[in-house]
Nanobody, 115 residues
């Protein structure tokens, strides 16, 4: 089992920045890729970014150039640095961790971009 706890969400003005963190615990040795999804009100959950255990990254087109995913394996933590935030980035952000057998989800953290 893997437990994921997100932090760092909040209210920010357009153009501002936030950094989300996701701390993993439990069977962390089994984790391969990690990443972030988000879900805005009335919309489907969508992939934001992923990072493999080797550090390869992938981003949704809507966040390329603005968001950066990173991973500190020593701290069992991944991060999502979000810059130049837009109102359309408002959503609940979920951390994920993939093992060979299944995907684990965090509880989500709210990000609101509004003036």
């Amino acid at each position: 089992q893997v437990q994921l706890v997100e932090s760092g969400g909040g209210l920010v003005q357009p153009g501002g920045s936030l950094r989300l963190s996701c701390a993993a615990s439990g069977s962390i040795f089994s984790i391969n890729a990690m990443g972030w999804y988000r879900q805005a009100p009335g919309k489907q959950r969508e992939l934001v970014a992923t990072i493999t255990s080797g550090g390869s990254t992938n981003y949704a087109d809507s966040v390329k150039g603005r968001f950066t995913i990173s991973r500190d394996n020593a701290k069992n933590t991944e991060y999502l640095q979000m810059n130049s935030l837009k109102p359309e980035d408002t959503a609940v952000y979920y951390c994920i961790a993939d093992t060979r057998l299944r995907r684990y989800w965090g509880q989500g953290t709210q990000v609101t971009v509004s003036s």
